[in-house]
């Protein structure tokens, strides 16, 4: 699973090797794709990041090189950091190198924002626009009010900040039309797609997404978002 491949990456100090890997072939994947499909808006790739990389000295460098190689402007990569790492690692080392890489022109969103207890000190700690709901509050939504007010007030603060709301693990009709209504922004999950593969990726570049079709069962009953 991700979660356990990137956990023992972490453990054993290889997420910085395969990072570089990961960071070299994402980039490369990225300026072909913008070679070989015809967009109006270029496309942006994201990554996660874990807390090490981010702590790593040639982190920035490395970052910033594989951008160059490969002929992309920063603005079209967004580095996915984890909530978590965030609350537990407060250094001025990973500050900085965000705030490096912020100024170099790369954008960072909070991911799985609320499952570690989501501080909203970490919202104004850099200048992050983009933050991403876990997908745990989103599939309890519909069968606890509580967290539905949770997710609620989760995306009116972000849009008072002017801050990209993104919710994660959508997979039901139901959740999207709540999560809508309530001014989510963005959301992602396998109500629109499942992970593909880079080929059939860039089949579907610039195509207009579709929701997949869903069985009765998969959509409870929604709880009043009021």
């Known amino acids: 699973k991700e979660a356990e491949c990137r956990d023992g990456a972490t453990e054993t100090g290889l997420v910085v090797p395969i990072g570089r890997c990961v960071w070299n072939e994402a980039c490369r994947q990225l300026a072909a794709w913008g070679r ?3 967009m109006d808006t270029p496309l942006t790739m994201h990554i996660n990041v874990a807390g090490s990389q981010l702590l790593d000295q040639s982190f920035v460098q490395a970052v910033a090189g594989a951008l160059k190689n490969n002929g992309i402007d920063p603005s079209r990569l967004v580095l996915e950091v984890d909530e978590a790492v965030l609350r537990a690692t407060e250094s001025a080392e990973l500050d900085i190198a965000m705030a490096r890489l912020i100024e170099y022109g790369v954008d960072f969103a909070i991911d799985h924002y609320g499952r570690g207890y989501g501080s909203v000190a970490n919202l104004g700690r850099l200048p992050v626009p983009l933050v991403k709901i876990d997908k745990s509050f989103v599939q309890s939504m519909t069968k606890d009010n509580a967290i539905l007010g949770i997710v609620k007030c989760i995306i009116a603060m972000g849009n008072s900040l002017g801050v990209t709301i993104v919710a ?3 997979e039901t009709a139901e959740q999207n ?3 809508r209504s309530m001014g989510c922004q963005l959301v992602q999950g396998y ?3 499942r992970p593909i593969s880079g080929a059939k990726c860039k089949k579907r570049i610039g195509k207009p997404l579709k929701i997949a079709p869903l069985k009765q ?7 009043s978002a009021a």
């Open 191 to 193: 109500i629109y797609g």
């Open 36 to 38: 070989e499909t015809h």
């Open 168 to 170: 994660e693990g959508v």
């Open 217 to 223: 069962t998969e959509a409870p009953k929604a709880l």
């Open 177 to 179: 039309r709540i999560l």
